[in-house]
């Protein structure tokens, strides 16, 4: 998932490897710029240029070509017992003239998707921080004095932030540097406004700009759903498409990190991509649009469970009858009304 650290990690793990061995083996880094804002991902033959270069080959003995550039690059680095951090790639069409191809190098590769096609390679998936750790990094970040050890209220936050490090940090740096703020000033509203602010949308954003329309129209729709598991099924009912259509959708946002796969054929979002979601469906999607797919995905509901249990919500300019796990059933025909009869409420 963008902002879960997997950079940091590399990182890490490349310093930790130059400690235990204290050789004078080459250590090459690349930012790919898989999920760059802005821009394009990075070229190889352009990077191969730079690695060459740092390898000590003048301008006028690099080759044009990107397959003469990776040989000469290959045959440089072998038996040199080479570190190569590739970050942020795009696909292993990307990656392949990058790779040593030699016995004895090492290389590091980070990237937002699930890469395939690169053959044997151990893989390490990056996890959400444990409860603990999350209020660990609150408290580096924030300061000891800021953040007394077991705070419930610390706790909150940092389940509310879904214990992503980028958010944890973003935040923490927000207590250390607002002193006036309280604890209980970062309830989920201001939390989750800050934490987009200053970073984390922009990070979803590069992500969600890589997504095929279809697939980033799914993703808006899901602010619809409640913060709980979701299938094929009820995916399809909010796009109004076969389950066909909504798996492999599914199966996409699952590819880039923007969803998690909790069970075969469940799926789930993480709270800040939940309120990504919120903030872009009100952009991107009209309002009739948002009405018809809250009254498929109604309609869905009801033909599985019976009862629909609604809550008036606002997503920004929209107030809208949102399902949800514990509504008051006396709220559901006037919310189911409104619906029925267009009413889509600017706030």
């Not at 690695?51 to 044009?64: K, S």
């Not at 990070?203 to 997504?211: F, K, Y």
């Not at 946002?253 to 799926?267: M, V």
Request: net charge neutral.
């Amino acid at each position: 998932m963008p902002g879960v650290g997997k950079t940091s990690l590399a990182l890490h793990l490349a310093h930790r490897l130059l400690a235990k061995e204290r050789t004078a083996a080459p250590v090459l880094f690349a930012n790919l710029r898989g999920s760059a804002p802005q821009g394009p991902p990075a070229d190889p033959t352009a990077v191969l240029e730079t690695f060459l270069r740092l390898l000590g080959t003048t301008g006028d003995r690099i080759p044009y070509s990107l397959d003469a550039r990776a040989a000469l690059y290959r045959h440089l680095l072998a038996g040199t017992g080479a570190l190569i951090v590739l970050d942020d790639a795009t696909d292993a069409e990307q990656i392949r003239p990058l790779l040593p191809g030699t016995p004895g190098c090492r290389t590091v590769i980070t990237s937002r998707r699930t890469l395939t096609g690169l053959g044997e390679c151990d893989r390490l998936p990056v996890p959400l921080l444990e409860p603990d750790d999350s209020v660990e990094l609150l408290r580096a970040t924030a300061g000891a004095d800021r953040i007394a050890p077991a705070n419930p209220a610390v706790e909150q936050i940092a389940d509310l932030l879904g214990h992503l490090p980028l958010a944890l940090s973003l935040i923490g740096r927000h207590m250390r540097d607002h002193p006036a703020w309280a604890l209980g000033d970062y309830y989920r509203e201001p939390l989750i406004s800050l934490a987009l602010e200053d970073g984390v949308r922009t990070a979803l954003s590069a992500s969600d700009a890589r997504l095929p329309k279809g697939t980033r129209r799914l993703l808006r729709l899901l602010a619809l759903h409640p913060l709980q598991e979701i299938d094929a099924a009820t995916a399809a009912a909010l796009l109004g498409e076969p389950t066909a259509t909504a798996e492999q959708h599914l199966t996409t946002l699952t590819a880039a990190h923007l969803i998690e796969r909790t069970a075969p054929g469940s799926y789930r979002l993480h709270p800040l991509v939940h309120a990504y979601a919120e903030e872009r469906i009100c952009i991107d999607e009209p309002a009739t649009r948002i009405r018809q797919a809250l009254g498929r995905l109604l309609e869905h509901g009801r033909s599985r469970e019976g009862a629909v249990r609604l809550e008036t919500r606002t997503l920004h300019t929209l107030r809208l009858p949102i399902p949800q796990q514990h509504a008051e059933a006396d709220e559901e025909p006037t919310l189911l009304q409104q619906l029925h009869t267009g009413r889509v409420l600017a706030a």
